[in-house]
T-cell receptor
């Protein structure tokens, strides 16, 4: 059973470009979470999604950031018009619908904005 | 809202010595507690978790943690560390009935020296 997969692992964008980060949850998992880790800091919750629904986006910046988890395909975290402060590691985690409280993390996408 | 404090940002220790990594949390409701380990440039791996029951929890790689409700603590311990334990350790909390969102501490860097 493959773990949580994220791609790309590294992403370099110039200021003003768009960044798209993808997350494929573990097989059988229908809950996806996105976290951001700034340099030398812990992880901060961004958004919690189930298939076709955003359950909690209280940690998402109000502008430029959006997330989706379509019926088919991976979850996408989209950052429009990136700025240098968006440089961070973005981690996705998934959990099975019936058993909550244990999240399995992907390897992360390291975004660098130049 | 809950918060997590990891009192030590770095803990240097010699190989085969015991270690304790401290974690305190604040919450007004019941919580679930987790310790994750992050090796350089990798995602997070679950070490152990406390959901209910016995307050002493044993995890992988010889780690254990004790939930102390009166002191709102969940300190991580290992009786004898190895060089390979060098990593960043994160304590995390999830509030019951709060949608499974994890709140992380700032992390503790464990540095095991030969």
């Amino acid at each position: 059973n493959a773990g949580v997969m994220q791609n790309p692992r590294h992403l370099v964008r110039r200021r003003g470009q768009e960044a798209r980060l993808r997350c494929s949850p573990m097989k059988g998992h229908s809950h996806v979470y996105w976290y951001r880790q700034l340099p030398e800091e812990g992880l901060k919750f961004m958004v919690y999604l189930q298939k076709e629904n955003i359950i909690d986006e209280s940690g998402m910046p109000k502008e430029r950031f959006s997330a989706e988890f379509p019926k088919e395909g991976p979850s996408i975290l989209r950052i429009q018009q990136v700025v240098r402060g968006d440089s961070a590691a973005y981690f996705c985690a998934s959990s099975p619908g019936g058993v909550v409280y244990e999240q399995y993390f992907g390897p992360g996408t390291r975004l660098t904005v130049t | 809202a809950q918060s997590v404090t990891q009192l030590d940002s770095q803990v240097p220790v010699f190989e085969e010595a015991p270690v304790e990594l401290r974690c305190n949390y604040s919450s007004s409701v019941s919580v679930y507690l987790f310790w994750y380990v992050q090796y350089p440039n990798q995602g997070l791996q679950l070490l152990l978790k406390y959901l209910s029951g016995s307050t002493l929890v044993k995890g992988i790689n010889g780690f254990e943690a004790e939930f102390n409700k009166s002191q709102t603590s969940f300190h991580l311990r290992k009786p004898s560390v190895h060089i390979s334990d060098t990593a960043e350790y994160f304590c995390a909390v999830s509030e019951a009935n709060a949608g499974n969102m994890l709140t992380f501490g700032g992390g503790t860097r464990l540095m095991v020296k030969p």
